[in-house]
């Protein structure tokens, strides 16, 4: 009796090639449903133990009020304000903390000088600093920006300084060699390794800034949804303080949803560059 030969080429199927299906499909099963569970249990507990709808709406009141069409066109402009602050800030919190971790990289004496601010700042909640940026850059957008940007620039900074120091030591002396300059160097070795690092600072800031546009909004602001959540809980309307956290949860969905696909492409991009180069 002979042995019956495995099949090759691309007909050849291993275990580890069907695994990222099951990966696919777990990867949208275990958020579906670490969302719709608690959704449930809320729901039957409301019921369950007759709760007024003044102390604890039921998720399904939540949604049929907060999609109905008067309350989407009131709510959009101030979606739009508080999307437009956490862009502005945010990306202006990417830049300069960029900026900061490339000086910081090959100044080490600015890193020493500036770390200490930084962690201090940290350390104080931003709530106590919104009054002094409300008098000094006044009611309106740029001190909600500023708010914005104060609280996402730590983890930008922090991230991308640790990426560009996880460089091989054996890759900077091989550019090094090769009469690369600072630049260069940076580009093509630091840029390109510190990514996987510097795009995880940069979900932990979008989520940040969601809450910095928002204490901005509570302090002194007369649109936006932080705006709105202070109007509706000071009238005590809980199904319409559910309906703005509702709408701002899905704003903030969105935005990190937007920094996660571009960290998809970018990466995406890398890996690809990576396996050419390799087959070259």
């Given at each position: 009796?002979?042995?019956?030969?495995?099949?090759?080429?691309?007909?050849?199927?291993?275990?580890?090639?069907?695994?990222?299906?099951?990966?696919?499909a777990h990867s949208w099963i275990y958020p579906l449903l670490g969302i719709?569970?608690?959704l449930l249990l809320w729901e039957a507990l409301v019921y369950t133990l007759s709760i007024p709808e003044y102390l604890l709406p039921s998720p399904s009141k939540t949604?049929?009020?907060?999609?109905?069409p008067e309350r989407i066109v009131f709510l959009w402009p101030?979606?739009?304000?508080?999307?437009?602050?956490?862009?502005?800030?945010?990306?202006?919190?990417?830049v300069a903390a960029i900026l900061l971790a490339v000086g910081s990289l090959y100044w080490r004496g600015l890193e020493l000088a500036l770390m200490p601010l930084l962690v201090g700042s940290q350390v104080v909640p931003k709530v106590a600093f919104a009054p002094l940026v409300v008098i000094w850059f006044?009611?309106?957008?740029?001190?909600?920006?500023?708010?914005?940007?104060?609280?996402?620039?730590?983890?930008?900074?922090?991230?991308?300084?640790?990426?560009?120091?996880?460089?091989?030591p054996d890759h900077l002396l091989v550019v090094r060699s090769m009469g690369a300059t600072r630049l260069q160097e940076l580009l093509r070795v630091r840029v390109p390794a510190a990514l996987p690092q510097m795009f995880g600072g940069l979900k932990v800031a979008m989520t940040l800034s969601m809450i910095g546009a928002i204490v901005?909004?509570?302090?002194?602001?007369?649109?936006?949804?932080?705006?709105?959540?202070?109007m509706d809980q000071a009238s005590i309307a809980t199904l319409l303080v559910f309906t703005d956290l509702l709408w701002l949860i899905a704003v903030g969905f969105v935005l990190?949803?937007?920094?996660?696909v571009l960290e998809r492409l970018v990466l995406g991009r890398r890996s690809r560059q990576l396996i050419e180069s390799g087959a070259r």
């Open positions: 009796m002979t042995r019956e030969s495995a099949p090759v080429g691309p007909q050849a199927q291993s275990p580890g090639l069907r695994t990222p299906r099951r990966g696919h719709v569970l608690p949604v049929l009020a907060a999609m109905t101030h979606m739009l304000s508080t999307a437009t602050v956490v862009v502005m800030g945010f990306v202006v919190a990417c006044g009611i309106g957008l740029s001190s909600k920006v500023v708010m914005v940007v104060l609280i996402a620039f730590f983890p930008v900074v922090l991230s991308t300084l640790l990426g560009f120091r996880s460089v091989s901005a909004e509570f302090v002194a602001s007369d649109d936006g949804l932080g705006h709105v959540l202070i990190y949803g937007a920094v996660s």
